[in-house]
């Protein structure tokens, strides 16, 4: 390494003037209205932070078939033109300013979301405003490259596969490279007089010949990945997931699951949900909440991924997965009706998509980066959590008692919350807290700008009588939550729930045959009756474990063939972070296996 320097906040793109004296930078997603171009100076051996230029909203333009207004997000792979004295910036347009509760005037398809490219003038550090671009009836532009005069922008459309050719000094059409092939386009590489395109879910790099004027021609394509990690049907969701130009998933090309939760995670907007019997509703990332956390929404108002069925159809305008007739049977076309599982292949693997995201993108950057741990501050702001009972709903390994279908009123619902379901909203749905340092806004309707301000200021039930200091470590501690275990002492979590020290780990207050120990163990509350168990077959004589791996209880297995038998055979500790447990079982046709619990000395 050469030398490094400090950013204002993380960028996801990064491009180069062309006499590698300046280095440009965007931030991917923007809680913030108005993201930000940042520069860097290489002119020196130590790197300088030069100017920023902040990309107002646009809120004048008339909501229309073929415009709309919007923030900027989503800000990707920028490109800095040949004589470096303009930059192009992919880009979409968030509508937050429109919708039943905010303006009168419901979201639909083609004024939700709407792709971009911003037009920077480097020589004065100014945004052309009046030459950004609106792209019609398409999705999701990824990256953008100039031709080597800096006469024609590649533009690539991730969401609908397709490469537009842009004139760089009018901004008009001058072409578009399709490809039978070509779906995914995420990247663009100009090479002296090739432009590489990366398909980076059809694993493939594309070449073109772009050495004379008019449409480039296609020279080659390279596959990329000879052994794919993803499953089929992983990888066929991911690609439903991410597919705009698929009618049955929107109308018009304009929207897919990625124009709100690219690569699984959040856009950072609080939408105007209204017209779909909602609310104001803050987008949730997608990245360590698949399979087994309960159900979707801050409502849990769909209980299988295959619920998005219904929002295909009415907000996107899409044609739908299902076939009509499995939809309008029964319940079927209700969130929370009639199972929908089982009767779409393509529904099916994007539920497979969607359950497979179990962990987040990273690790929190408040840990220590060499052991995983928690800084003295988080350790004290992890008391304050416990002393405070946050563990009492924020419950298991996800932080979340989801699982359990209760909505928990904690006094933040006000009138832009609107409804559940078309109904009454008498509550919402426990977030997990696993990855808060990347997710802000907060609340339902993302009307806490920061999560001091969750403990310090209204809406909600959340306020604490705790001082600066301690609000800052109870902060630390919430920010440094990810992947990583969460201990929590029996002691502590049975004074959360019973609040009491006296030792009740043999009773059964819920009187659900789960002892208080045996329900720490699991990640249950003990309050509420449960009936997960403690495992399930998985076929071929494996066991599937329902152990919280953040417990800090001890596990063994013991196995006898017969109940009629004495003794149980110890067979060793269970380790609670192993899914399927490990021990060599006996082998006789009938075998009796027991867990059991106790608590480290």
Not at 250 to 259: E, F
Request: hydrophobic residues 35%.
């Amino acid at each position: 390494m050469l030398n490094q320097t400090s950013v204002a906040e993380p960028l996801n793109a990064l491009a180069l003037s062309p006499d590698a004296f300046t280095l440009f930078g965007v931030k991917l997603s923007h809680a913030s209205h108005s993201p930000q171009l940042h520069q860097y100076s290489l002119a020196s051996p130590s790197l300088t932070t030069g100017p920023s230029l902040a990309i107002p909203p646009d809120t004048t333009t008339a909501d229309t078939d073929t415009s709309a207004r919007g923030a900027f997000n989503y800000l990707r792979g920028l490109a800095v033109s040949p004589d470096g004295s303009t930059c192009w910036i992919p880009a979409k347009k968030d509508n937050i300013y429109r919708g039943s509760f905010r303006d009168g005037s419901a979201l639909d398809f083609e004024s939700m979301v709407r792709p971009a490219c911003l037009r920077i003038d480097l020589t004065t550090n100014t945004e052309m405003v009046s030459d950004r671009l609106d792209f019609n009836d398409d999705s999701m532009p990824a990256s953008a490259a100039f031709s080597p005069l800096g006469n024609i922008v590649y533009i690539a459309m991730e969401g609908t596969g397709r490469i537009l050719l842009r004139d760089a000094y009018t901004g008009g059409s001058v072409g578009v490279i399709t490809h039978p092939n070509l779906n995914f386009p995420r990247s663009l590489l100009v090479a002296g007089e090739r432009l590489y395109v990366h398909d980076f879910l059809g694993r493939a790099l594309f070449v073109y010949d772009i050495s004379v004027s008019g449409q480039p021609g296609f020279l080659k394509q390279i596959q990329l990945v000879n052994n794919e990690a993803l499953s089929p049907q992983i990888l066929a969701g991911k690609r439903i997931f991410n597919d705009a130009s698929d009618p049955r998933m929107g109308r018009d090309q304009y929207m897919s699951c990625a124009s709100c939760h690219l690569d699984g995670g959040e856009d950072h907007r609080e939408w105007d949900f209204t017209q779909l019997g909602e609310g104001l509703r803050n987008t949730t990332p997608l990245n360590g909440r698949g399979r087994d956390q309960g159900r979707f929404h801050w409502t849990g108002n769909f209980d299988e991924v295959q619920d998005f069925e219904s929002q295909i159809r009415t907000l996107f305008s899409g044609s739908g997965f299902m076939t009509q007739t499995d939809f309008d049977a029964g319940t079927t076309s209700l969130p929370l009706g009639d199972a929908k599982a089982g009767k779409s292949a393509q529904l099916d693997a994007l539920a497979a998509y969607l359950n497979s995201l179990t962990t987040l993108r990273s690790s929190s950057p408040l840990r220590d980066p060499t052991t995983g741990g928690l800084s003295a501050n988080a350790e004290l702001g992890q008391a304050i959590y416990n002393q405070e009972g946050c563990v009492v709903c924020h419950s298991g390994v996800h932080r979340t008692d989801s699982r359990y279908d209760q909505l928990h009123a904690m006094g933040t619902i006000q009138p832009a919350s609107g409804q559940r379901l078309g109904g009454p909203l008498s509550g919402i749905d426990t977030p997990s807290l696993s990855g808060l340092w990347e997710s802000a806004p907060y609340l339902h309707h993302g009307m806490a700008a920061t999560l001091t301000d969750i403990f310090t200021q209204p809406p909600g039930n959340h306020q604490l009588s705790r001082s600066p200091t301690e609000i800052a470590q109870l902060v630390e501690y919430l920010q440094s939550l990810d992947d990583s275990p969460a201990p929590l002492a029996y002691d502590d979590w049975q004074t959360s729930f019973l609040n009491t020290t006296n030792d009740l780990s043999a009773m059964d207050q819920d009187l659900d045959g789960f002892s208080h120990l045996e329900e720490y163990a699991l990640g249950l509350n003990p309050l509420h009756p449960d009936t997960v168990g403690a495992w399930r077959g998985e076929g071929a004589g494996r066991l599937k474990l329902n152990l919280d791996p953040s417990s800090q209880v001890l596990v063994e297995l013991e196995a006898k063939q017969d109940l009629n038998q004495a003794s149980w055979s110890n067979l060793g500790l269970i380790d609670p972070s192993l899914p399927i447990i490990p021990q060599n079982l006996p082998s006789p046709n009938r075998l009796q296996l027991r867990l059991r619990y106790s608590l480290p000395n």
